[in-house]
Protein backbone atom coordinates (compact mmCIF):
# COMPACT_ATOMS: atom_id res chain seq x y z
CA UNK A 1 0.00 0.00 0.00
CA UNK A 2 2.04 3.40 -0.85
CA UNK A 3 1.53 6.48 1.57
CA UNK A 4 2.20 9.58 1.32
CA UNK A 5 4.64 11.45 4.09
CA UNK A 6 2.97 14.92 5.26
CA UNK A 7 4.72 18.00 7.14
CA UNK A 8 2.92 20.78 8.04
CA UNK A 9 5.55 23.76 8.63
CA UNK A 10 6.36 26.79 8.70
CA UNK A 11 3.26 29.31 10.50
CA UNK A 12 3.70 32.10 12.91
CA UNK A 13 5.19 29.64 15.18
CA UNK A 14 7.33 28.11 13.03
CA UNK A 15 6.64 24.28 13.30
CA UNK A 16 9.53 22.26 12.39
CA UNK A 17 13.09 22.92 12.18
CA UNK A 18 14.69 24.01 15.43
CA UNK A 19 10.99 24.90 17.01
CA UNK A 20 9.89 22.01 19.84
CA UNK A 21 6.89 22.31 17.49
CA UNK A 22 5.68 19.02 14.87
CA UNK A 23 2.91 18.75 12.66
CA UNK A 24 3.22 15.46 11.29
CA UNK A 25 0.98 12.25 9.70
CA UNK A 26 0.29 9.72 7.18
CA UNK A 27 -2.43 8.22 4.92
CA UNK A 28 -2.68 5.68 2.11
CA UNK A 29 -3.34 6.93 -1.03
CA UNK A 30 -5.99 4.41 -1.68
CA UNK A 31 -7.76 6.30 0.97
CA UNK A 32 -7.81 9.24 -0.95
CA UNK A 33 -11.05 10.19 -3.82
CA UNK A 34 -10.25 9.57 -7.36
CA UNK A 35 -10.31 13.04 -7.24
CA UNK A 36 -7.48 13.99 -4.52
CA UNK A 37 -5.10 11.00 -5.91
CA UNK A 38 -5.38 12.97 -9.48
CA UNK A 39 -4.71 16.23 -7.52
CA UNK A 40 -1.87 14.99 -5.80
CA UNK A 41 -0.08 13.25 -8.49
CA UNK A 42 -0.44 16.57 -10.76
CA UNK A 43 1.42 18.23 -7.43
CA UNK A 44 3.79 15.85 -7.67
CA UNK A 45 4.04 16.46 -11.52
CA UNK A 46 4.63 19.90 -11.00
CA UNK A 47 7.84 21.53 -11.85
CA UNK A 48 9.41 25.08 -10.47
CA UNK A 49 5.95 26.73 -9.35
CA UNK A 50 6.61 29.62 -7.31
CA UNK A 51 5.32 32.96 -7.83
CA UNK A 52 5.64 35.76 -5.88
CA UNK A 53 3.08 35.44 -3.13
CA UNK A 54 2.43 38.41 0.05
CA UNK A 55 0.99 35.33 2.22
CA UNK A 56 2.89 35.72 5.24
CA UNK A 57 3.15 32.74 8.54
CA UNK A 58 1.17 30.46 6.46
CA UNK A 59 1.84 27.45 6.64
CA UNK A 60 3.76 24.59 3.97
CA UNK A 61 2.88 20.97 3.48
CA UNK A 62 6.00 19.35 2.99
CA UNK A 63 4.58 15.75 1.21
CA UNK A 64 7.05 12.37 0.46
CA UNK A 65 6.06 9.57 -1.41
CA UNK A 66 7.91 6.49 -2.96
CA UNK A 67 8.25 5.65 -6.23
CA UNK A 68 10.58 3.36 -8.63
CA UNK A 69 13.18 5.76 -8.57
CA UNK A 70 13.30 6.91 -5.03
CA UNK A 71 11.42 9.28 -2.55
CA UNK A 72 10.14 12.13 -4.03
CA UNK A 73 9.28 15.34 -2.16
CA UNK A 74 7.29 18.41 -2.95
CA UNK A 75 6.36 21.71 -0.74
CA UNK A 76 3.33 23.21 -1.04
CA UNK A 77 1.24 25.96 0.56
CA UNK A 78 -1.72 24.87 1.96
CA UNK A 79 -4.02 26.42 -0.30
CA UNK A 80 -3.47 23.62 -2.62
CA UNK A 81 -3.33 20.49 -0.37
CA UNK A 82 -6.59 18.62 -1.09
CA UNK A 83 -8.04 18.87 2.47
CA UNK A 84 -8.40 14.72 3.23
CA UNK A 85 -4.20 15.33 2.97
CA UNK A 86 -4.44 18.51 5.62
CA UNK A 87 -6.43 16.64 8.00
CA UNK A 88 -4.05 13.64 8.20
CA UNK A 89 -1.35 15.97 10.34
CA UNK A 90 -1.39 15.98 14.28
CA UNK A 91 0.49 18.74 16.10
CA UNK A 92 2.78 17.87 19.19
CA UNK A 93 5.43 19.26 20.80
CA UNK A 94 8.91 17.46 20.62
CA UNK B 1 15.48 12.49 -1.31
CA UNK B 2 14.64 13.73 -4.94
CA UNK B 3 12.59 16.88 -4.53
CA UNK B 4 11.13 17.29 -7.53
CA UNK B 5 9.09 20.92 -6.44
CA UNK B 6 8.79 24.03 -3.83
CA UNK B 7 5.94 25.95 -3.87
CA UNK B 8 7.33 27.90 -1.70
CA UNK B 9 5.98 30.93 -0.30
CA UNK B 10 2.82 29.93 -1.46
CA UNK B 11 0.81 29.20 1.72
CA UNK B 12 -2.85 28.98 3.11
CA UNK B 13 -6.16 30.38 2.18
CA UNK B 14 -8.25 27.31 1.26
CA UNK B 15 -7.58 24.19 3.00
CA UNK B 16 -8.52 21.87 -0.08
CA UNK B 17 -7.89 22.84 -3.86
CA UNK B 18 -11.32 22.29 -4.69
CA UNK B 19 -13.07 24.38 -1.48
CA UNK B 20 -15.10 27.22 -2.38
CA UNK B 21 -13.19 29.07 -4.71
CA UNK B 22 -15.07 32.51 -4.79
CA UNK B 23 -13.09 34.44 -2.44
CA UNK B 24 -11.23 37.57 -3.63
CA UNK B 25 -7.74 36.49 -1.91
CA UNK B 26 -6.44 33.28 -3.98
CA UNK B 27 -2.78 32.72 -3.66
CA UNK B 28 -3.17 29.21 -5.86
CA UNK B 29 -0.24 30.19 -8.46
CA UNK B 30 -2.16 31.02 -11.66
CA UNK B 31 -0.27 28.41 -13.75
CA UNK B 32 -1.08 25.65 -11.57
CA UNK B 33 -5.06 26.85 -12.22
CA UNK B 34 -4.31 26.81 -15.82
CA UNK B 35 -2.63 23.61 -15.57
CA UNK B 36 -5.35 22.24 -13.51
CA UNK B 37 -8.12 24.20 -15.84
CA UNK B 38 -7.04 21.92 -19.23
CA UNK B 39 -5.82 18.41 -16.62
CA UNK B 40 -8.31 15.58 -18.57
CA UNK B 41 -7.73 13.80 -15.97
CA UNK B 42 -9.74 15.65 -13.58
CA UNK B 43 -13.86 16.00 -13.40
CA UNK B 44 -15.67 18.69 -15.83
CA UNK B 45 -16.75 20.43 -12.88
CA UNK B 46 -13.27 20.71 -11.50
CA UNK B 47 -11.88 22.25 -14.41
CA UNK B 48 -14.35 24.38 -14.90
CA UNK B 49 -13.95 25.78 -11.38
CA UNK B 50 -10.23 26.24 -12.35
CA UNK B 51 -10.60 28.24 -14.94
CA UNK B 52 -12.98 30.59 -13.72
CA UNK B 53 -10.57 30.64 -10.45
CA UNK B 54 -7.66 30.94 -12.75
CA UNK B 55 -9.49 34.08 -14.26
CA UNK B 56 -10.53 36.03 -11.84
CA UNK B 57 -7.24 35.56 -9.88
CA UNK B 58 -5.46 37.33 -12.63
CA UNK B 59 -7.79 40.09 -12.31
CA UNK B 60 -7.70 40.63 -8.50
CA UNK B 61 -3.67 40.15 -8.56
CA UNK B 62 -3.81 43.22 -10.83
CA UNK B 63 -5.80 44.90 -8.16
CA UNK B 64 -3.96 44.25 -5.47
CA UNK B 65 -0.49 44.69 -7.19
CA UNK B 66 -2.34 48.08 -8.39
CA UNK B 67 -3.28 49.32 -4.90
CA UNK B 68 0.20 48.59 -3.55
CA UNK B 69 2.00 50.30 -6.59
CA UNK B 70 -0.62 53.38 -5.73
CA UNK B 71 -0.26 53.61 -2.14
CA UNK B 72 3.46 53.32 -2.93
CA UNK B 73 2.84 56.12 -5.30
CA UNK B 74 0.81 58.31 -3.24
CA UNK B 75 3.40 58.61 -0.51
CA UNK B 76 6.16 59.67 -2.74
CA UNK B 77 3.52 62.53 -4.24
CA UNK B 78 1.04 63.51 -2.11
CA UNK B 79 2.65 63.97 1.30
CA UNK B 80 1.81 67.35 1.80
CA UNK B 81 -1.59 67.64 0.69
CA UNK B 82 -2.66 64.69 2.33
CA UNK B 83 -0.77 66.47 5.84
CA UNK B 84 -3.89 69.53 5.14
CA UNK B 85 -6.47 67.37 5.03
CA UNK B 86 -6.13 64.41 7.91
CA UNK B 87 -8.04 61.71 6.72
CA UNK B 88 -10.31 59.83 9.48
CA UNK B 89 -9.49 56.11 10.82
CA UNK B 90 -9.58 53.47 8.29
CA UNK B 91 -12.14 50.80 8.29
CA UNK B 92 -12.27 48.21 10.49
CA UNK B 93 -14.23 44.70 9.54
CA UNK B 94 -14.36 41.58 11.29
CA UNK B 95 -15.31 38.45 9.29
CA UNK B 96 -16.08 34.91 11.20
CA UNK B 97 -15.01 31.81 9.54
CA UNK B 98 -17.24 29.51 11.52
CA UNK B 99 -14.53 26.76 11.59
CA UNK B 100 -14.27 26.72 7.83
CA UNK B 101 -11.37 27.71 5.67
CA UNK B 102 -13.43 30.11 3.34
CA UNK B 103 -11.96 33.79 3.03
CA UNK B 104 -13.25 36.30 4.76
CA UNK B 105 -16.61 34.41 6.11
CA UNK B 106 -19.31 36.50 7.19
CA UNK B 107 -19.29 40.17 7.73
CA UNK B 108 -19.46 40.37 12.29
CA UNK B 109 -22.27 42.98 12.88
CA UNK B 110 -20.85 45.19 15.54
CA UNK B 111 -18.12 43.87 16.11
CA UNK B 112 -16.90 46.00 19.07
CA UNK B 113 -20.08 45.05 21.03
CA UNK B 114 -20.25 41.62 19.80
CA UNK B 115 -20.97 39.03 22.22
CA UNK B 116 -17.85 36.96 20.73
CA UNK B 117 -15.52 38.09 22.62
CA UNK B 118 -12.86 36.66 19.76
CA UNK B 119 -14.58 39.05 17.42
CA UNK B 120 -14.26 42.24 19.69
CA UNK B 121 -11.04 41.56 20.84
CA UNK B 122 -9.97 41.30 16.74
CA UNK B 123 -11.60 44.69 16.50
CA UNK B 124 -10.39 46.36 19.43
CA UNK B 125 -7.38 45.30 18.66
CA UNK B 126 -6.79 45.92 15.32
CA UNK B 127 -7.74 49.29 16.07
CA UNK B 128 -5.76 50.09 18.33
CA UNK B 129 -2.89 48.55 16.16
CA UNK B 130 -4.29 51.53 13.80
CA UNK B 131 -4.21 54.28 16.32
CA UNK B 132 -0.82 53.34 17.33
CA UNK B 133 0.71 53.23 13.76
CA UNK B 134 -0.93 56.58 13.29
CA UNK B 135 -0.12 58.57 16.74
CA UNK B 136 3.46 57.10 17.33
CA UNK B 137 4.51 57.38 13.69
CA UNK B 138 1.53 59.58 11.52
CA UNK B 139 0.71 56.45 9.31
CA UNK B 140 -3.18 56.15 7.94
CA UNK B 141 -3.21 52.71 8.18
CA UNK B 142 -1.19 49.63 6.72
CA UNK B 143 -0.47 51.07 3.57
CA UNK B 144 -0.81 54.87 4.71
CA UNK B 145 -3.96 55.40 2.75
CA UNK B 146 -6.70 54.43 4.53
CA UNK B 147 -6.79 51.05 4.23
CA UNK B 148 -9.48 48.95 5.31
CA UNK B 149 -8.32 46.61 8.28
CA UNK B 150 -10.09 43.11 7.73
CA UNK B 151 -9.68 40.67 10.14
CA UNK B 152 -11.16 37.23 9.52
CA UNK B 153 -11.89 34.54 13.11
CA UNK B 154 -12.25 31.39 13.78
CA UNK B 155 -10.73 29.74 11.28
CA UNK B 156 -10.74 26.20 10.64
CA UNK B 157 -11.02 23.73 13.33
CA UNK B 158 -8.60 24.10 16.21
CA UNK B 159 -6.09 25.88 14.17
CA UNK B 160 -2.71 26.86 14.94
CA UNK B 161 -1.71 29.76 13.44
CA UNK B 162 -2.44 33.67 12.25
CA UNK B 163 -1.33 34.85 8.79
CA UNK B 164 -1.46 37.67 6.25
CA UNK B 165 -2.53 36.90 2.84
CA UNK B 166 -1.46 40.07 1.36
CA UNK B 167 -4.68 41.59 2.07
CA UNK B 168 -6.52 40.70 5.35
CA UNK B 169 -5.34 39.03 8.77
CA UNK B 170 -6.42 35.28 9.71
CA UNK B 171 -6.65 34.04 13.31
CA UNK B 172 -7.36 30.42 13.98
CA UNK B 173 -8.77 29.08 17.61
CA UNK B 174 -5.80 26.93 18.81
CA UNK B 175 -6.36 23.48 19.21
CA UNK B 176 -6.66 24.45 23.27
CA UNK B 177 -3.40 22.35 24.45
CA UNK B 178 -0.18 23.97 22.19
CA UNK B 179 -1.88 27.18 21.32
CA UNK B 180 -5.25 29.15 22.38
CA UNK B 181 -7.38 31.84 20.46
CA UNK B 182 -4.68 33.46 18.83
CA UNK B 183 -6.56 37.03 19.03
CA UNK B 184 -5.45 37.11 22.94
CA UNK B 185 -1.75 38.10 21.94
CA UNK B 186 -1.63 41.80 21.00
CA UNK B 187 1.56 41.49 19.46
CA UNK B 188 0.72 38.61 17.65
CA UNK B 189 -2.30 41.00 16.09
CA UNK B 190 0.73 43.98 15.68
CA UNK B 191 2.62 41.12 14.24
CA UNK B 192 0.06 40.53 11.41
CA UNK B 193 -0.69 43.93 10.56
CA UNK B 194 2.69 44.95 10.22
CA UNK B 195 3.67 42.03 7.60
CA UNK B 196 0.64 44.53 5.94
CA UNK B 197 2.65 47.53 6.37
CA UNK B 198 5.96 45.73 5.67
CA UNK B 199 4.37 44.68 1.98
CA UNK B 200 3.40 48.62 1.23
CA UNK B 201 6.96 49.82 1.93
CA UNK B 202 10.14 48.21 1.94
CA UNK B 203 8.38 45.20 0.05
CA UNK B 204 10.42 42.59 1.66
CA UNK B 205 10.58 38.86 0.26
CA UNK B 206 10.44 36.20 2.45
CA UNK B 207 12.98 33.89 2.21
CA UNK B 208 16.64 33.67 2.98
CA UNK B 209 18.00 37.30 4.76
CA UNK B 210 14.98 39.27 3.61
CA UNK B 211 12.44 36.68 4.79
CA UNK B 212 14.48 36.66 8.56
CA UNK B 213 14.29 41.01 8.30
CA UNK B 214 10.02 40.50 6.84
CA UNK B 215 9.57 38.62 10.41
CA UNK B 216 11.66 40.67 12.60
CA UNK B 217 9.79 43.70 11.78
CA UNK B 218 6.48 42.16 12.05
CA UNK B 219 8.32 41.08 15.87
CA UNK B 220 9.85 44.39 16.79
CA UNK B 221 6.43 46.21 15.74
CA UNK B 222 4.30 43.42 17.33
CA UNK B 223 6.34 43.87 20.53
CA UNK B 224 6.66 47.62 20.06
CA UNK B 225 2.35 47.71 20.12
CA UNK B 226 2.11 45.42 22.94
CA UNK B 227 4.75 48.08 25.12
CA UNK B 228 2.85 50.88 24.12
CA UNK B 229 -0.38 49.83 25.37
CA UNK B 230 0.85 48.98 28.45
CA UNK B 231 2.74 52.12 28.56
CA UNK B 232 5.85 50.21 29.34
CA UNK B 233 9.59 51.81 29.37
CA UNK B 234 12.12 48.47 27.58
CA UNK B 235 13.20 47.76 31.22
CA UNK B 236 9.63 46.73 32.08
CA UNK B 237 8.66 44.66 28.79
CA UNK B 238 8.62 41.01 28.69
CA UNK B 239 9.84 40.89 25.04
CA UNK B 240 8.05 38.19 24.41
CA UNK B 241 6.29 37.16 21.28
CA UNK B 242 2.92 35.09 21.72
CA UNK B 243 2.98 34.77 25.54
CA UNK B 244 -0.38 35.27 25.81
CA UNK B 245 -1.39 32.72 23.07
CA UNK B 246 0.44 29.53 24.88
CA UNK B 247 -1.97 26.83 25.75
CA UNK B 248 -1.88 24.81 28.70
CA UNK B 249 0.45 21.80 27.39
CA UNK B 250 2.74 23.89 26.02
CA UNK B 251 2.88 25.87 29.50
CA UNK B 252 3.32 22.57 31.85
CA UNK B 253 6.29 21.52 29.40
CA UNK B 254 7.98 24.96 30.17
CA UNK B 255 7.16 26.76 26.92
CA UNK B 256 6.29 30.80 27.75
CA UNK B 257 6.38 32.17 24.39
CA UNK B 258 7.19 31.54 20.58
CA UNK B 259 10.25 33.72 20.57
CA UNK B 260 12.04 35.66 23.41
CA UNK B 261 13.51 39.39 21.91
CA UNK B 262 15.56 39.47 24.63
CA UNK B 263 17.06 36.36 24.54
CA UNK B 264 16.17 34.22 21.47
CA UNK B 265 18.21 30.79 22.03
CA UNK B 266 16.37 30.32 25.82
CA UNK B 267 14.96 27.27 26.83
CA UNK B 268 11.50 28.76 27.54
CA UNK B 269 11.15 29.70 23.87
CA UNK B 270 8.92 27.35 21.59
CA UNK B 271 11.01 28.06 18.65
CA UNK B 272 14.18 29.13 19.67
CA UNK B 273 16.32 31.09 17.08
CA UNK B 274 20.08 32.36 16.66
CA UNK B 275 21.64 35.47 17.86
CA UNK B 276 24.25 35.66 15.66
CA UNK B 277 24.38 36.11 11.80
CA UNK B 278 27.47 33.81 11.81
CA UNK B 279 24.63 31.13 12.87
CA UNK B 280 22.93 32.33 9.50
CA UNK B 281 22.34 30.39 6.67
CA UNK B 282 20.55 30.55 3.26
CA UNK B 283 17.02 28.45 3.40
CA UNK B 284 16.48 29.12 7.21
CA UNK B 285 13.14 29.52 8.18
CA UNK B 286 12.31 33.36 8.29
CA UNK B 287 10.47 32.91 12.04
CA UNK B 288 14.07 31.69 12.57
CA UNK B 289 16.70 33.97 11.20
CA UNK B 290 14.48 36.92 12.61
CA UNK B 291 15.93 36.14 15.89
CA UNK B 292 19.17 38.32 14.57
CA UNK B 293 17.25 41.35 14.10
CA UNK B 294 15.15 41.02 16.91
CA UNK B 295 18.43 40.82 18.92
CA UNK B 296 19.75 43.89 17.86
CA UNK B 297 16.48 45.77 18.13
CA UNK B 298 16.17 44.72 21.71
CA UNK B 299 19.89 45.23 22.74
CA UNK B 300 19.10 49.11 20.63
CA UNK B 301 16.14 49.61 22.59
CA UNK B 302 17.81 49.02 25.98
CA UNK B 303 20.99 50.83 25.11
CA UNK B 304 18.85 53.98 24.65
CA UNK B 305 16.51 53.74 27.48
CA UNK B 306 13.26 54.97 27.92
CA UNK B 307 10.05 53.72 25.75
CA UNK B 308 11.43 51.84 22.91
CA UNK B 309 8.97 53.64 20.45
CA UNK B 310 10.87 57.26 20.96
CA UNK B 311 13.83 56.63 19.13
CA UNK B 312 14.68 53.01 18.34
CA UNK B 313 11.18 52.59 17.14
CA UNK B 314 11.25 55.51 14.84
CA UNK B 315 15.05 54.61 13.48
CA UNK B 316 13.35 51.07 12.68
CA UNK B 317 10.02 52.57 11.34
CA UNK B 318 12.11 55.01 9.01
CA UNK B 319 14.30 51.99 7.84
CA UNK B 320 11.07 50.16 6.79
CA UNK B 321 9.11 53.25 5.26
CA UNK B 322 11.52 55.86 4.28
CA UNK B 323 12.94 54.35 1.42
CA UNK B 324 11.03 52.77 -1.21
CA UNK B 325 10.73 48.80 -2.15
CA UNK B 326 14.05 46.70 -1.44
CA UNK B 327 12.65 43.49 -1.89
CA UNK B 328 15.80 42.00 -1.58
CA UNK B 329 17.20 43.83 0.94
CA UNK B 330 19.99 42.02 3.45
CA UNK B 331 20.77 42.36 6.78
CA UNK B 332 23.96 44.53 6.62
CA UNK B 333 21.88 46.68 4.40
CA UNK B 334 19.07 46.79 6.90
CA UNK B 335 21.29 47.56 9.79
CA UNK B 336 23.57 50.09 7.44
CA UNK B 337 20.27 51.71 6.97
CA UNK B 338 19.38 52.02 10.77
CA UNK B 339 22.81 53.33 11.84
CA UNK B 340 22.48 55.93 9.14
CA UNK B 341 19.12 57.12 10.33
CA UNK B 342 19.83 56.80 14.08
CA UNK B 343 21.81 59.73 13.31
CA UNK B 344 20.30 61.49 11.00
CA UNK B 345 16.68 61.31 12.96
CA UNK B 346 19.01 62.34 16.11
CA UNK B 347 21.55 64.56 15.30
CA UNK B 348 22.23 66.10 19.06
CA UNK B 349 21.92 62.53 20.38
CA UNK B 350 25.39 60.64 19.24
CA UNK B 351 24.23 58.09 22.17
CA UNK B 352 21.37 56.85 19.72
CA UNK B 353 23.68 56.21 16.98
CA UNK B 354 26.02 54.76 19.36
CA UNK B 355 23.95 52.19 20.36
CA UNK B 356 22.14 51.20 17.11
CA UNK B 357 25.95 50.70 16.13
CA UNK B 358 26.92 48.25 19.07
CA UNK B 359 23.76 46.57 18.98
CA UNK B 360 24.06 45.51 15.34
CA UNK B 361 27.87 44.77 15.87
CA UNK B 362 26.91 42.48 18.94
CA UNK B 363 25.16 40.02 16.93
CA UNK B 364 27.69 40.42 13.84
CA UNK B 365 26.21 42.60 11.44
Sequence with gaps: MSKLHVERIGGLAGFG??????????????????????????????????????????????????????VETIEVPEAVVPSAISRCVKDELV | MKTRQNLNNRPDMLSGIFHSCLCPCFIIPSKVLKRFSRDRKLSAKARKAFADTARFEKEWREVRAARTRLSLM??????????????????????????????????????????????????????????????????????????????????????????????????????????????????????????????????????NQPGGLNESVSDVFGSMFRQWQANEDVTNADWLIGKDIMGPGALARGYTCLRDMSNPAAAHCLSPQPT??????????????????????????????????????????????????????????????????????????????TAVDVAWTAVGL
Design chain 1, 17 to 70: GRSHLRSRGELDLETLSAEDNRTVESLFQSQGIAEPSQVRDGFLYRIARTTPEG
Design chain 2, 74 to 207: AQKVLPSQLAAAPPGPPAVMVFNCHNGTTLPGTLVPKAKTSSDTTAKRAFVEATDVAKFYKELFGRNSIDNAGMALISSIHFSVRYNNAFWNGSQMTYGDGDGNIFIDFTKGNDVIGHELTHGVTQHSLGLSYS
Design chain 2, 276 to 353: KFSQYHDGMDPHESSGIPNFAFYKAAMAIGDKSWKKAGKVWYETLTGSGPNPNMKMSAFANRTRSLAGSLFPSEPAVK
